[in-house]
């Protein structure tokens, strides 16, 4: 069992940026390809980066290119999503997940284990 946990979140301006982590707690993180998804009010959870076990390929959403980036550090255990030039619309709770298979899109089915989330709000 994998245990996934986010920090990071808050409330920030249009513009801005926050940094969001999970950490995990399995030994063979490093094993896994991770990403990260997010559920705006209202609205079905959207897939929104992910980031292969190796740390060799990343993808995001079109909503969010080069806007985002993914990151981890199989060292600490830890996955990041660096959030620049926020927008209102991305206002949401953020889930950090973990999937035993990469995909360039993941879906919410190829998910294995998933976060408790953390909210990011953005201000106009």
């Known amino acids: 069992q994998v245990q996934l946990v986010e920090s990071g979140g808050g409330l920030v301006q249009a513009g801005g940026s926050l940094r969001l982590s999970c950490a995990a707690s399995?030994?063979?993180?490093?094993?896994?390809?991770m990403g990260w998804f997010r559920q705006a009010p209202g609205k079905e959870r959207e897939f929104v980066a992910g980031?292969?076990?190796?740390?060799?390929?990343?993808s995001s959403a079109d909503s969010v290119k080069g806007r985002f980036t993914i990151s981890r550090d199989n060292a600490e255990n830890t996955v990041y999503l660096q959030m620049n030039s926020l927008k209102p619309e991305d206002t949401a709770v953020y889930y950090c997940?973990?999937?035993?298979?990469?995909?360039?899109?993941?879906?919410?089915?190829?998910?294995?284990?998933w976060g408790k989330g953390t909210l990011v709000t953005v201000s106009s």
């Open positions: 997940v973990a999937s035993r298979y990469y995909k360039t899109t993941f879906r919410t089915q190829d998910i294995n284990y």
């Open positions: 399995e030994r063979t993180f490093s094993n896994y390809n």
């Open positions: 980031i292969n076990s190796g740390g060799t390929y990343t």
